[in-house]
């Protein structure tokens, strides 16, 4: 069965430095793979999707995620971070060219600090 | 992109009694899909809404207690019944567009009390 491992749980970061959250993915093929962020009170937003091709994927609000297969890593990094990046961030998997049915892993909640 | 409308957004509700939620996509979309989120939790798929046939259920979801319709193409109900505190969670709907990418609801926030 797939599992998706978000390692850190919380992680404090300051205004302006970079940040990097790690996904692992236990799956029998590459599935595709997906992070979404979700801030207080709101729905989730998709932030960046990996099928196939380049390994480094672009986002929106200046993310970036690298796919590593040896690795059945997805990590997800920005340069800068700015205040309004405190969130939930969620990374995601789905069969494919399946279902679409995605499973996510536990989350990692962002903290910046001034 | 697909716009979500979910109603109610939130709602406390009676121990023992039934939620209907509402999720209205102003597209037709193919998968409609409805997850869970527990306090504190990630989430959990509940069961995949079918246009025009039973729901396709996960594992630890049932018909009984969460039953689901999707009469057309941009519609669905989730419903919650015989609810219990272990029921307050976040229900989110969810639509597959663009080729496996989904989008969500902003979610119903149930408490039961």
């Known amino acids: 069965a797939q599992s998706v491992t978000q390692p850190d749980i919380h992680i404090t970061v300051s205004e302006g430095a970079s940040l990097e959250l790690r996904c692992n993915y236990s799956?029998?093929?590459?599935?595709?793979l997906f992070w979404y962020v979700q801030s207080p009170g709101q729905g989730l937003q998709l932030l960046l999707k990996y099928f196939s091709g380049d390994t480094l994927v672009q986002g929106i609000k200046g993310f970036e995620a690298e796919f590593k297969r040896s690795q059945s890593s997805f990590n997800l990094r920005k340069p800068s971070v700015h205040w309004s990046d405190a969130a939930e961030y969620f990374c995601?998997?789905?069969?494919?060219?399946?279902?679409?049915?995605?499973?996510f892993g536990a989350g990692t909640t962002v903290t910046v600090r001034a | 992109s697909a716009v979500i409308s979910q109603k109610p957004s939130r709602d406390i509700c009676q121990r023992g009694t039934s939620l209907t939620i509402q999720c209205q996509v102003d597209?037709?979309?193919?998968?409609m899909f409805w997850y869970r989120q527990q306090p504190g939790q990630s989430l959990t798929l509940i069961a995949t809404a079918n246009q025009g046939s039973e729901a396709t259920y996960e594992s630890g979801f049932v018909i009984d207690k969460f039953p689901i319709s999707r009469p057309n193409l941009t519609f669905s109900t989730l419903t919650v019944s015989n609810m219990s505190p272990e029921d307050s969670s976040i229900y989110l709907c969810?639509?597959?567009?663009?080729?496996?990418?989904?989008?969500f609801g902003q979610g119903t926030r149930l408490t039961v009390v």
């Open positions: 969810s639509v597959e567009e663009q080729g496996a990418e989904a989008f």
């Open positions: 799956y029998g093929a590459t599935p595709y």
């Open positions: 597209s037709q979309v193919t998968m």
């Open positions: 995601a998997v789905s069969p494919p060219g399946g279902d679409y049915k995605l499973s």
